[in-house]
């Protein structure tokens, strides 16, 4: 069964300090990758999502990841980070690997704080 | 579009007692799916399905049911609460098979005492 671990709860940050948020999966097919955000007493919106092509996405609002098939990982980056930034991200895997199926594999979560 | 709503944002049930939580979405998308969120476990999968008339169970459907007798509607029924079901609940809504992008909707906080 595919699964998906985030490898840190919180990584606290001071603003303007680079992050990264490690999301590592397990899956033997070609899979689709996801980054999504929480915001304090919200729902999920999507951040970024690997489905083929480029192994770097980016988001608009300045995140990037990379895909790395051989150490089958999704980090989640970001160069300069803002207060606004702090919220929960959840990587996640489609359980269809390339296939949609609607369905979704979500990691723990990492709750970024960023400290001014 | 409203995209994704969902109803109640709060409820606190009694032990035993039954509620539904509505799901509905105004995109005519084809698939739909309710997540339990817990802290420290991220989000679990409880029931989906991939068009009316059409569901099937995700990783933790015991306690829950849905049906789904039209394309916008995608109710969950828990038919006797229990403080093991204390979570927030999400529905989310894919336009169908060609589309990877989940739209959620903004939540049910249920307490079970």
């Known amino acids: 069964a595919q699964s998906v671990t985030q490898l840190d709860s919180q990584v606290p940050v001071f603003e303007e300090a680079p992050v990264e948020l490690r999301c590592n999966y397990s899956?033997?097919?070609?899979?689709?990758l996801f980054w999504y955000v929480q915001y304090p007493n919200q729902g999920l919106q999507l951040l970024l999502k690997y489905l083929s092509g480029s192994t770097l996405v980016e988001s608009i609002n300045g995140f990037e990841a990379e895909f790395n098939k051989s150490q089958t990982s999704f980090h989640l980056r970001k160069p300069s980070v803002h207060i606004s930034d702090t919220a929960e991200y959840f990587c996640a895997v489609n359980s269809g690997g390339s296939s949609n199926t609607g369905k979704l594999i979500f990691g723990q979560g990492t709750t970024l704080q960023v400290k001014p | 579009n409203a995209g994704v709503t969902q109803t109640p944002k709060f409820q606190v049930l009694k032990t035993g007692q039954s509620m539904t939580l509505q799901c509905a979405q105004d995109m005519n998308h084809e698939y739909m799916s309710w997540y339990r969120q817990d802290p420290g476990m991220g989000l679990r999968l409880i029931h989906y399905?991939?068009?009316?008339?059409?569901?099937d169970q995700g990783e933790v459907p015991n306690g829950y049911n849905v049906s789904r007798s039209t394309t916008e509607d995608f109710p969950l029924r828990l038919l006797s609460a229990a403080p093991s079901q204390t979570s927030v609940y999400f529905c989310?809504?894919?336009?169908?098979?060609?589309?990877?992008?989940?739209?959620f909707g903004p939540g049910t906080r249920l307490t079970v005492t």
């Open positions: 899956s033997s097919v070609s899979v689709y």
């Open positions: 399905s991939v068009g009316a008339g059409i569901t």
């Open positions: 989310a809504s894919t336009m169908g098979r060609t589309s990877t992008e989940q739209y």
